[in-house]
């Protein structure tokens, strides 16, 4: 039981540590995605300097606790020559049961070799590896502002591909950003993915946060609820589509409740469900500024690690920590972020019933 999910179980009724760790790793990227919600109104370049280095790592890791999901992010995470050293840091002290590195798919040696090492290193924990593709080559390209990225993100996948076959505790898959430029394309994206033989998952995340371009939030919702229509077909219609991991099928059934209440959360003006961010789940910057979630403004920090020497519990039980999770309590925010929902679903007992059904149902 030492890496496996189901050790969590108690936190369904007991929300006193977080399960779920987000880093965002660095701010710079070899991409200019006008999506993007963490460094497109903000500095693009990032600096290698200004982020937490492994030692300082090793100083907050302990408090966290034995972790279900470690999700990096930033940024091009693969950009960090020390990514493989800290991911094993935190394997070493939390023992994650799942560890996400999402990437851009642009620097594929670099890609495979570290993805390479950190299955090596961590054999316990699933790797999932999550690549980028928003749409045919000309829309993808453009997205990403990148010439090439399309081919780039392809080879590189093929490439993972291999590890695949080698590993069992590899997951590769796909993320594709539902947009305005991208919405009339679904399908073709989705069809591509499916004629990937070590490509197993495709999630397609809906547009959120502060972007360089709103254009691109005017999605329709009947379009998105259409693709998740038809993911939740293709999934059930495809036994073998499932996660590979231990309590895979369970992940898959709340995969199909989870975009079903997203796209009722995009019609909707407030929160209508529980919400345990800064209670289950914290999400660190490179710089070591704190939040319970992906909001990133002043109102939801907490504070950060290194000005409070590195104790997590002291920014957590201030006075501004428990301003921000009142606030949260009492659903003074809304949003439509995938990762949360997990949470937000896996450990709400009132989700059980609508849970069990879609499992039996795959």
Not at 76 to 102: C, G, H, M, W
Not at 191 to 202: A, E, I
Not at 237 to 253: M, T
Request: include cysteine.
């Amino acid at each position: 039981m030492t890496f496996s999910p189901f050790r969590h179980l108690g936190s369904a009724v007991w929300k006193k540590r977080p399960i779920q760790f987000t880093f965002f790793l660095t701010r710079r990227c070899n991409a200019r995605c006008p999506f993007c919600f963490y460094i497109s109104k903000q500095d693009r370049e990032g600096t290698a300097a200004a982020e937490l280095s492994p030692e300082e790592i090793e100083k907050f890791a302990p408090q966290l606790g034995k972790l279900l999901w470690l999700a990096f992010s930033g940024g091009e995470i693969f950009l960090r020559s020390d990514l493989v050293d800290i991911t094993k840091l935190f394997y070493r002290i939390n023992q994650p049961a799942i560890i996400l590195l999402p990437s851009n798919g642009l620097l594929q040696e670099t890609i495979v070799s570290s993805v390479r090492s950190i299955l090596q290193g961590c054999p316990e924990s699933s790797i999932v590896v999550k690549l980028s593709l928003d749409g045919p080559e000309s829309i993808h390209d453009e997205l990403r502002g990148v010439p090439g990225a399309y081919r780039k993100t392809l080879a590189t996948c093929e490439a993972l591909g291999e590890l695949v076959e080698r590993y069992g505790n590899f997951e590769l898959g796909i993320n594709t950003v539902f947009c305005r430029a991208n919405e009339d394309n679904m399908d073709e994206v989705i069809d591509l993915v499916q004629t990937m033989p070590w490509v197993k998952t495709h999630t397609v995340s809906l547009i959120r946060g502060e972007v360089l371009r709103d254009d691109l939030k005017q999605v329709d919702p009947v379009k998105y609820e259409k693709v998740i229509g038809r993911l939740e077909s293709d999934l059930k219609k495809r036994s073998a589509a499932i996660y590979r991991f231990r309590g895979g099928k369970l992940k898959a059934a709340q995969d199909i409740l989870q975009r079903r209440l997203i796209a009722a959360a995009a019609r909707q003006t407030e929160r209508t469900t529980p919400c345990y961010a800064g209670r289950l789940n914290l999400v660190l910057t490179e710089t070591g500024d704190l939040y319970p979630c992906e909001d990133f403004s002043a109102r939801m920090r907490f504070g950060n690690v290194r000005k409070s020497g590195y104790d997590l519990q002291r920014l957590l039980q201030s006075d501004k920590g428990r301003e921000v999770l009142d606030f949260i309590d009492n659903k003074g925010c809304h949003c439509t972020h995938e990762c949360y929902f997990m949470t937000n679903i896996l450990f709400n007992p009132r989700r059980y019933p609508a849970l069990l059904k879609e499992y039996l149902q795959l």
